[in-house]
């Protein structure tokens, strides 16, 4: 009898490790470019992947308010294996939609924490369909889209605290 193999998903970026700091170049404080991302372990059955950076420390991690986004995607077709780093949003994998981050625009915003050292959570989601163009939905718009069709979900977490 041939064992079941279990995939499970996982998400890396060469940019950082988790739980490690996050470059500077990737932050207000450098370039502000996204980091390298990869993944493995996509489970059967996904039809689009779903990514969503947040950091739920704003504005002070001693007191958090509020979760800031910084990055919302979807749609992300289930071949690709990564996003390069600094990736432009002409060259996102063909099919894949943006949804809007608290700058109230689409793209990639690095940390740009006010006060102490906030976490970045990078979150995975395997979704068993393709969802429909949500005209840049907020966070909570997709994230009600998604509710039910999660295969999977993976996190990487970095952090960062500014320079002064």
Not at 67 to 75: D, E, I, K
Not at 99 to 127: E, M, Q, V
């Amino acid at each position: 009898m041939a064992a079941l193999m279990m995939t499970i998903l996982t998400l890396t970026s060469a940019s950082f490790t988790h739980n490690g700091m996050i470059p500077a170049r990737f932050t207000c404080d450098g370039q502000n470019i996204s980091p390298a991302l990869n993944w493995t372990g996509i489970p059967e059955g996904t039809q689009s992947l779903v990514l969503i950076v947040d950091d739920p420390d704003a504005p002070d991690p001693a007191a958090p308010k509020m979760t800031w986004v910084h990055w919302v995607l979807y749609n992300i077709p289930p071949a690709t294996t990564g996003l390069a780093e600094g990736i432009a949003e002409q060259n996102l994998p063909q099919g894949t939609l943006q949804g809007i981050n608290d700058w109230k625009r689409t793209g990639y915003g690095g940390p740009c924490p006010p006060i102490g050292a906030h976490r970045y959570f990078h979150k995975l989601y395997a979704l068993d369909t393709v969802l429909p163009d949500l005209k840049h939905p907020a966070k909570a718009v997709l994230e009600h889209a998604m509710k039910g069709h999660i295969l999977g979900q993976a996190e990487l977490i970095g952090r960062y605290q500014k320079r002064h």
